[in-house]
């Protein structure tokens, strides 16, 4: 379950409007209407109604909302309590954070319950990797390819930052439903012929791994956010090269469809200094990372 899009829709409840929960959090107003859409998709029930007035729960929506509220609260006061005095703090990017690392976070507490874990998340990659040169994080995990960090395309680290590689990432081409390219097995010249991909921005390890498949001259629009880039494909207006789980429920839900063409995986990669000496710290959470 996806903390944030219950945290929209418990503000859609209180806000009323799409607009107006869109300013209130910080957000457009698509990503709340794709929240509160993946939200319902996931929990095979509406939450609202909706209306030209504005958006309204339903009865057994407010009932969910209202007990949702209180469990997040009890999370957030937990997470306070673990934060005050982690055994480790790790840094990731947001996707990561908010995709695989919650199902890892758990398993790891209920194997060492003892072991308190601050996460850091960071959109952007070159302050994730700064802060752990500068003994801020114990460790960092990203997105990477290749055999060397920042292969993918990024600035490589300091050499005393060691590395191992946790597991493959799959890709996927996504596209909208009914698109020609659907159907039959495609090839990575036909997608860059096809023209039409969309990307988050150039620093996005999703937007350098379409670069490091499809060449730099592949033309790509940057859109925004995750949320935004799916809202594109969805309604038509390209393809994207993005990781499996990002999009797993829209195509589930036949939102999005995957183009049959082989991609190459990302890697998981986890990053620690080497001058500290956290392996004992981290070998419960290497373990977690690698089953997720």
């Known amino acids: 379950m996806d903390t944030d899009q219950l945290r929209t829709a418990i503000a859609l409840v ?39 007035a504005g958006m309204r729960p339903t009865a057994a929506g407010r009932a969910y909302l209202t007990a949702a509220a209180a469990a997040l609260a009890a999370l957030d006061d937990a997470a306070e309590q673990l934060s005050a005095t982690p055994d480790l703090t790790v840094g990731a990017q947001a996707s990561i954070v908010a995709e695989l690392l919650p199902a890892v976070l ?21 302050r994730l990797l700064a802060a752990l ?20 395309g990024f600035a490589g680290p300091a050499p005393e930052l060691a590395h191992l590689d946790l597991r493959a990432v799959a890709m996927v ?36 791994a379409t670069r490091r498949w499809l060449g730099p001259d592949v033309d790509l629009t940057a859109v925004g956010g995750l949320a ?31 183009v049959d063409v082989e991609v190459p995986p990302l890697r998981l990669r986890l990053l620690w200094r080497e001058d500290q000496d956290t392996s004992g710290r981290l070998r419960p959470l290497l373990y977690a990372l690698t089953q997720a």
Do not use: K, Y
């Open 173 to 208: 081409v996504v596209a909208p439903p009914r698109h020609p390219l659907l159907g039959r097995r495609v090839t990575m010249a036909q997608i860059q012929r096809t023209g039409g991909l969309i990307g988050r921005e150039p620093r996005c390890s999703f937007w350098m």
């Open 14 to 52: 209180r806000h009323r409007t799409v607009n107006n929960t869109a300013a209130a959090q910080g957000l457009a107003p698509s990503s709340v209407s794709d929240r509160i859409r993946r939200l319902e998709t996931e929990l095979g029930a509406p939450l609202f109604t909706r209306s030209r």
């Open 106 to 126: 758990d398993d790891l507490h209920r194997a060492h319950p003892v072991l308190r874990v601050q996460l850091r998340p960071e959109a952007d990659r070159d």
């Open 228 to 258: 935004q880039v799916r809202e594109w494909v969805a309604t038509g207006r390209g393809l994207a090269l993005l990781p499996e789980f990002a999009v797993r429920a829209d195509l589930e839900s036949g939102r999005l469809a995957a």
């Open 133 to 152: 040169e500068h003994g801020e994080t114990d460790a960092v995990v990203l997105l990477d390819a290749g055999e060397h960090v920042g292969d993918l």
